[in-house]
């Protein structure tokens, strides 16, 4: 299979200075809106990137859960290998991409955990199903088999019901992005990229050449 010449020209709409916002969470909240209104399946759904003490890279999907001045927020097991990776080196990467927009944001900083009141508070918003899942995944570890996880799932669900209680090691972390980049797609391959790096409390925005 020959797939040298799979590609297609990009034809968004222009990223300029002029009408884009001089700060990145507002220059985001008007693209997230945008790509919930299009027929992008999980618009949240991001490629974390984070870094093993050995120096070898991982990426893998997660779903943005909010988002604001002071970070965007996800959710997960401690214990999986992102959870380890990130108790030895909290910095981190996240990437949306936006196909049917021709849109990619990537987004670096540091990772912190959430506080234990506001892991509690998204856990217990969560379908059943997914509470007990929770617990059932013993999340990055080898198992036998996929009777593994359907057995521990009735366990939890016939020991606590509708109201299993958010695991220890379940929980949310938040990245503070000290790096934004906004791409559009552009005929001719000559994109728009427009980065936004914290100085002094505030936001330096350039352009990258494509």
Same mark, same amino acid.
């Given at each position: 299979?020959? %797939?040298?010449?799979?590609?297609?020209? &990009?034809?968004?709409?222009?990223?300029?200075?002029?009408?884009?916002?001089?700060?990145? !969470?507002?220059? /985001? =909240?008007?693209? /997230?809106?945008?790509?919930?209104?299009?027929?992008?399946?999980?618009?949240?759904?991001?490629?974390?990137?984070?870094?093993?003490?050995?120096?070898? #890279?991982?990426?893998? %999907?997660?779903?943005?859960?909010?988002?604001?001045?002071?970070?965007?927020?996800? &959710?997960?097991?401690?214990?999986?290998?992102?959870?380890?990776? @990130?108790?030895?080196? *909290?910095?981190?990467?996240?990437? /949306?991409?936006?196909?049917?927009?021709?849109?990619?944001?990537?987004?670096?900083?540091? !990772?912190?955990?959430? +506080?234990?009141?506001? +892991?509690?508070? &998204? /856990?217990? !918003?969560?379908?059943?199903? +997914?509470?007990?899942?929770?617990?059932?995944?013993?999340?990055?570890?080898? %198992? *036998?088999?996929?009777? !593994?996880?359907?057995?521990?799932?009735?366990?939890?669900?016939?020991?606590?019901?509708?109201?299993? *209680?958010? #695991?220890?090691?379940?929980?949310?972390?938040? @990245?503070? *992005?000290?790096?934004?980049?906004?791409? =559009?797609?552009?005929?001719?391959?000559?994109?728009?990229?427009?980065? &936004?790096?914290?100085?002094?409390?505030?936001?330096?925005?350039?352009?990258?050449?494509?």
């Amino acid at each position: 299979m020959d %797939i040298r010449g799979m590609r297609r020209d &990009y034809q968004g709409e222009a990223l300029e200075e002029a009408n884009s916002s001089v700060e990145p !969470v507002g220059q /985001f =909240q008007t693209w /997230f809106e945008q790509a919930r209104k299009t027929d992008n399946l999980d618009p949240n759904a991001m490629t974390l990137a984070t870094v093993g003490p050995d120096g070898r #890279p991982s990426t893998r %999907i997660v779903l943005m859960k909010s988002f604001d001045g002071a970070g965007i927020v996800f &959710y997960t097991n401690y214990d999986s290998r992102k959870g380890r990776e @990130l108790a030895t080196n *909290p910095l981190a990467a996240l990437q /949306f991409h936006w196909p049917q927009l021709e849109r990619v944001v990537r987004i670096e900083g540091m !990772v912190t955990r959430v +506080s234990p009141e506001e +892991s509690d508070e &998204y /856990f217990n !918003v969560r379908p059943v199903d +997914s509470r007990i899942g929770a617990w059932a995944s013993p999340q990055s570890q080898v %198992i *036998p088999n996929r009777g !593994v996880l359907v057995a521990n799932a009735a366990k939890i669900s016939a020991k606590h019901g509708i109201h299993p *209680p958010r #695991p220890d090691n379940w929980g949310g972390y938040r @990245l503070d *992005p000290d790096c934004w980049e906004f791409w =559009q797609g552009r005929t001719s391959r000559l994109h728009d990229r427009l980065r &936004y790096t914290r100085v002094d409390g505030g936001w330096h925005r350039d352009r990258l050449a494509p």
